[in-house]
């Protein structure tokens, strides 16, 4: 069992910054993907970043190039660097745990809430 606690939401301006953290009850070294999500009011949840176990990345597209993922194993957490904040990334952020074992295993945060002010 994972346990993800996300912190690090807020309101923030239009062109500003957030980070947004995503600590696991595990080492991270045992998790194969570990992501990014989130759900905006009246809209389905949607992939935004996920960084692998051996650091690949990937991106959403509306977030290339502004948001950033990374890995401290030390401290078994995941960040979000989020930059040039638009008020469309308005939307709850969860954490997601993917471990490959004999089948598939998901792990979801609670989720931290991320307000952009136009």
């Known amino acids: 069992q994972v346990q993800l606690v996300e912190s690090g939401g807020g309101l923030v301006q239009a062109g500003g910054s957030l980070r947004l953290s995503c600590a696991a009850s595990?080492?991270?070294?045992?998790?194969?993907?570990m992501g990014w999500y989130r759900q905006a009011p009246g809209k389905q949840r949607e992939f935004v970043a996920r960084?692998?176990?051996?650091?690949?990345?990937n991106y959403a597209d509306p977030v290339k190039g502004r948001f950033t993922i990374s890995r401290d194993n030390a401290e078994n957490t995941v960040y979000l660097q989020m930059n040039s904040l638009k008020p469309e990334d308005t939307a709850v952020y969860y954490c997601?745990?993917?471990?490959?074992?004999?089948?598939?295993?998901?792990?979801w945060g609670k989720g931290t809430l991320v307000t952009v002010s136009s």
């Open positions: 960084i692998t176990r051996g650091g690949s990345t």
């Open positions: 595990t080492s991270i070294f045992s998790i194969d993907v």
């Open positions: 997601k745990a993917s471990v490959w074992g004999a089948q598939l295993v998901e792990y």
